[in-house]
Nanobody
Framework: QVRLVESGGASVQAGGSLRLACEVSPNTDSTPFLGWFRQAQGRAREGVAA????????YYDDPIKGRFTISQDNAKNTLYLQMNNLKPDDTAMYYC??????????????????WGQGTQVTVSS
């Protein structure tokens, strides 16, 4: 059974930065495709970014391109999301997710069988 545990969420002012982490246990061998999703209050959950570990290919949602960076440390079995120039619209619960296949589309949350419990990010203006 794959277990995901997020950390790093906090309250920050607009323009600030945060780095979210997601520890994957026992490891990422069976789930080479990892993603970050977020859900703001009253809104549907949406894909933020994803990474295919073996190839290093990354995917980003348009609103966060150039501000967020997804990365993976295989030695630590940890997924990261570096978030810079945060905006109030980035306020949401952030979840990491994992799946064993590269298809379908990376933003298809139904394709991810494993999810973390979430970590809250609040950006004030």
């Amino acid at each position: 059974q794959v277990r995901l545990v997020e950390s790093g969420g906090a309250s920050v002012q607009a323009g600030g930065s945060l780095r979210l982490a997601c520890e994957v246990s026992p490891n990422t061998d069976s789930t080479p495709f990892l993603g970050w999703f977020r859900q703001a209050q009253g809104r549907a959950r949406e894909g933020v970014a994803a990474i295919h570990g073996p190839s290093g290919t990354t995917y980003y949602d348009d609103p966060i391109k150039g501000r967020f960076t997804i990365s993976q440390d295989n030695a630590k079995n940890t997924l990261y999301l570096q978030m810079n120039n945060l905006k109030p619209d980035d306020t949401a619960m952030y979840y990491c997710a994992a799946r064993p296949v590269i298809t379908p589309s990376w933003w298809s949350e139904r394709s991810y069988p494993y999810w973390g419990q979430g970590t809250q990010v609040t950006v004030s203006s």
